[in-house]
């Protein structure tokens, strides 16, 4: 058997154990291998992208599913890829083009930009697959696809030509949300809204002909689009205006005559109840302009500038003119007053600059036809959201859905397949660049500028990246996928327009079980982010606690569907809980001393003690608690079922209980403990295996497992090895355990946590010499405590124990109540009463201290009202916390003056 180090160092273990997992391609499988199939597509991250705390969580996830099923004999496929990310991308490369040869994407043209980024793809956008695997990803890196290779932009094509033949795509002009920074159009989700402390600007429009000068009073948080304004509107229904109808009204500045229109669109309450009516500026106006007939001025260029239309503010900045022109109304008598106004605004996903509602044509999606069958999917059941909170979010969505906007106006992308014969004017689409007009003949025609959507490659990825429209072995085994793990913000970008997709292209649901996971956030609540200075780098906590660090941390503390919330210190929870593991292994290993390891259960179960048969008890429930809670995708709650049997049943109490009998004299008692010890501590690195996957492939082999499970002198891995089973009834009461027993050693447990408490609440040095005695609750107890006196003695580190049915202390004593029996402590001669209540006194009064600062600040409404409720509930748990603290100080103060 080899040695287990003393120390555990992560890095090159985890960087061998990787090479030799990929080397052997124990991460791929395909249709020919058979079984039931699991897979799992990944989300795909974009091509610039780098390892976040977000990516870390959701991989950790999915890793851990795939491992798990691919030890349940399921063949596994994980299949991983990156999205070409068309506007993040192109941003980039254009940058380092200005930055670098100062020069723009125009300067170098259209196919020589391309080339261009495909060079920086090629040199740069594999960071994160190299992140993903450095964190133990175990996807089948055989299979890894990205959305402009060849295979998927066919795929794309494909799409397009069947939903324009379809005339479910189409082209209009519309108003769109319109990134200046970019120069593209975004969809409504791309456009994320956020508050802004704005103005409301009063503004007086003169009216035609007015003998008295009089005017109507506007209210607009933009003042620069009233350069594009072609009439103002009133309510019907509001009598204030009435004698505004049929007249004309005079637009500021450029004098321009504006109609009068009644719209029942118009709120009487907001404002001044008069709105300037912009087609070109505002997608509300610009349905007021269908509705009237009036034709749009867009005075705005691609760049947010003001263009020709905007007359003597051509070529300003938009923000720019905002405020010349406010204060040339006000030079002009025309403002009325100026409010602050807090609005929502929308911002452009990607570069976070304000967007810009904008009349443009552009290609659109019909939505509403491929979402029907999609909201009928998880109604009935056959796509399941986890927590299921999350299907009223997507159904409301659905229900509620707009044409998708799937045109950009950028060269990085999937160019959209539509050319425009100029002889006949024919438009048509094709999946590659036609010889001639299929109408005419003619060679004279071109492609449409645009590229599509970067989500109109994805939308396809559960079917595309299995070589789909052609039909495959692997696709027809493989689809529909299993879960897809994500998070919440793409439900709508990404996860609806899959199940639309599947349905309209598969004729099928693209997977079953739909993973919701949290946020990450920091300590104090908010959402991590680099602009905010608070993310945590995923690769730094990596190399400073070890990949299995990071990923057990995070899950145990990520409760399913909730926020996380994370500092650097926390990821110390998953390093401690493996070096608890290293040294355990290492402890059993110097106890085999040499000989070769057995795991199978090779001991005699009529020498097993109890606390043989209570370890072998919890390990069966472990496995049952860790598979139930895989499957109801509770990970944390694996995590923690994992922790509290490998720190607390196994090593705090079984360890500890089997040393007694190691450094014993019995040699058969000492095989039957190892025996026990091996057959448990192999199943529960099985159990672990997929959250922590470096850590116990190396214990496997460390400790001779894999030679143990060895085919036909073919190596053992325990990523391959069988997920453990737990045990019938029927085997476990062959053993000799029964409920009974469990609940015996279990309170025994108690008592000695107790017995130790009392010794800590009462300052007792580790080595002092201590008398306990129990009083047991019945007979039986007391005969069961009788016999594991040495061991409970061993524990508690007493001098003495007492088993005394009939104990009553003659006066004060420190004592607990367990399940099985009362225990006394004797504090004589252990301690001096007077200097341990002063040192009490001390307590009680840092605790007094401490809870009316939580106090005060928790009845303070300014903090509970800002503050993140996660925050709240720390604070008032904290102070509960707290409260019981005092209430125990002070008992055990007062016993001390009695004693």
């Not at 500021?252 to 404002?271: A, I, M, N, S």
């Not at 998880?378 to 159904?395: A, H, N, Q, S």
């Not at 420190?814 to 006394?824: A, D, H, Q, R, W």
């Not at 504090?827 to 009680?844: H, M, P, S, T």
């Amino acid at each position: 058997m080899p040695e287990v180090a003393k120390h555990y160092d992560p890095r090159p273990i985890e960087e061998r154990w990787y090479r030799e997992w990929t080397e052997r391609g124990l991460f791929h499988s395909d249709a020919s291998r058979g079984g039931k199939p699991f897979c799992i597509v990944i989300p795909p991250p974009n091509v610039t992208g780098i390892l976040h705390m977000g990516h870390a969580l959701n991989n950790a996830i999915q890793d851990i599913l795939v491992r798990w099923r691919r030890m349940q004999g399921f063949n596994t496929v994980w299949v991983p890829g990156t999205d070409h990310a068309g506007i993040a991308t192109q941003n980039v490369v254009e940058r380092a083009l200005k930055k670098e040869e100062h020069k723009t994407r125009d300067d170098l043209g259209r196919e020589t930009f391309v080339r261009r980024v495909w060079e920086w793809k090629e040199q740069y956008g594999s960071t994160i697959i190299r992140q993903l695997k450095r964190i133990g990803a175990s996807c089948d890196w055989e299979r890894e696809r990205f959305t402009m290779d060849e295979g998927l932009s066919r795929a794309v094509a494909e799409v397009f030509i069947r939903l324009y033949e379809k005339k479910l795509i189409y082209r209009g002009e519309y108003i769109i949300n319109w990134c200046p920074r970019c120069r593209t159009a975004l969809s409504d989700e791309e456009s994320e809204h956020e508050d802004l402390g704005g103005k409301l600007y009063y503004i007086r429009y003169p009216i035609k002909d007015s003998k008295k000068k009089e005017h109507v009073l506007v209210a607009t948080t933009r003042p620069e689009t009233l350069l594009g304004d072609v009439a103002v509107a009133i309510n019907p229904r509001d009598e204030r205006y009435r004698h505004l109808v049929g007249r004309t009204v005079i637009l500021p500045v450029l004098q321009r005559e504006l109609r009068v229109v009644e719209d029942d669109f118009v709120d009487p309450k907001f404002g001044t109840g008069v709105v300037k009516v912009t087609p070109a500026h505002d997608p509300n106006d610009f349905a007021i302009g269908r509705r009237h007939g009036l034709t749009p001025i867009n005075v705005m260029n691609d760049d947010g500038t003001m263009n020709e239309a905007a007359g003597p503010y051509a070529g300003m900045d938009r923000f720019a003119c905002r405020e010349e022109i406010v204060e040339d109304l006000r030079d002009a008598g025309l403002v009325e007053k100026i409010e602050d106004h807090d609005h929502a605004v929308g911002h452009c996903y990607r570069c976070h600059t304000m967007v810009e509602p904008r009349l443009s044509p552009q290609w659109f999606v019909k939505m509403k036809p491929l979402a029907r069958p999609a909201i009928e999917a998880v109604r009935d059941g056959r796509i399941r959201f986890i927590p299921e909170r999350w299907t009223k979010v997507y159904l409301d969505w659905m229900e509620n859905i707009r044409d998708w906007c799937i045109s950009r106006q950028i060269w990085w992308g999937h160019r959209i397949p539509v050319y425009y014969c100029t002889a006949c004017k024919k438009e048509w689409a094709a999946s590659s660049g036609p010889a001639a007009c299929p109408a005419c003949g003619s060679r004279d025609f071109r492609q449409d500028e645009d590229v599509l959507d970067t989500w109109f490659s994805s939308w396809l990825w559960p079917f595309s990246v299995f070589g789909w429209p052609e039909k495959s072995a692997d696709l027809a085994f493989y689809y529909p996928t299993g879960t897809l793990s994500t998070a919440s913000e793409i439900i709508f970008f990404w996860v609806a327009r899959m199940i639309m997709a599947g349905l309209e292209f598969m004729g099928d649901i693209p997977f079953r079980e739909v993973y919701i996971h949290g946020t990450v956030r920091d300590e104090t609540g908010l959402k991590m982010s680099k602009s905010l200075g608070n993310s945590i780098d995923p690769l730094a906590i990596t190399e400073q606690f070890s990949a299995d660090a990071l990923r057990f941390s995070l899950i145990m503390l990520t409760a399913t569907g909730q926020d996380v919330f994370l500092s650097n210190s926390k990821f110390e929870i998953g390093r401690n809980f493996g070096t608890k593991i290293w040294n355990a292994a290492r402890f059993i290993q110097m106890q085999t001393k040499g000989a070769a390891a057995s795991d199978a259960p090779a001991f005699d179960a009529a020498h097993l003690a109890a606390d043989d048969r209570h370890i072998l008890a919890r390990l069966h429930a472990t496995v049952s608690a860790c598979t139930d809670n895989l499957g109801r995708y509770r990970l944390n709650d694996y995590a923690k079922a994992l922790y509290d049997f490998l720190w607390h049943q196994f090593c705090d109490w079984y360890v500890e209980y089997a040393k007694q009998v190691l450094y014993g004299p019995d040699e058969a008692r000492r095989r039957d403990v190892l025996a026990v010890m091996h057959y448990v501590f192999s199943r529960a690195l099985r159990l672990l295996h997929p959250i922590m996957p470096f850590l116990t492939e190396e214990l496997w082999h460390g400790m001779g497992y894999a030679a143990l499970h060895a085919k036909d002198g073919a190596a053992s891995y325990i990523m391959t090895e069988a997920w453990p089973e737990a045990r019938p009834d029927e085997d476990l009461h062959e053993w000799g355990i029964t409920p009974e027993l469990v609940g015996y050693v279990d309170g025994r447990h108690d008592l000695v946590r107790i017995g130790r408490t009392l010794r800590a609440d009462y300052g007792i040095p580790p080595g002092a010499k201590v008398r306990f005695t129990i009083r047991p609750v019945n007979a039986a107890t007391a005969a069961s405590l009788e016999a594991d006196r040495e061991t409970i003695m061993a524990l508690l580190k007493a001098e003495a124990l007492a088993i005394d049915p009939g104990f009553a202390p003659a006066g004060a004593m420190p004592s607990g109540l367990s399940p099985v029996g009362t225990i006394f402590l004797s504090l004589e001669g252990l301690v001096d009463a007077a200097k341990e209540v002063e040192r009490l006194n001390g307590q009680v009064a840092e605790v007094e201290q401490n809870l009316e600062k939580l106090a005060r600040k928790l009845d303070n409404l300014d903090f509970v009202t800002r503050a993140p409720p996660e925050v709240i509930e720390q604070h008032r748990a904290r102070k509960t916390e707290l409260a019981e603290k005092l209430e125990k100080l002070r008992k055990l103060r007062e016993m001390l003056k009695t004693a």
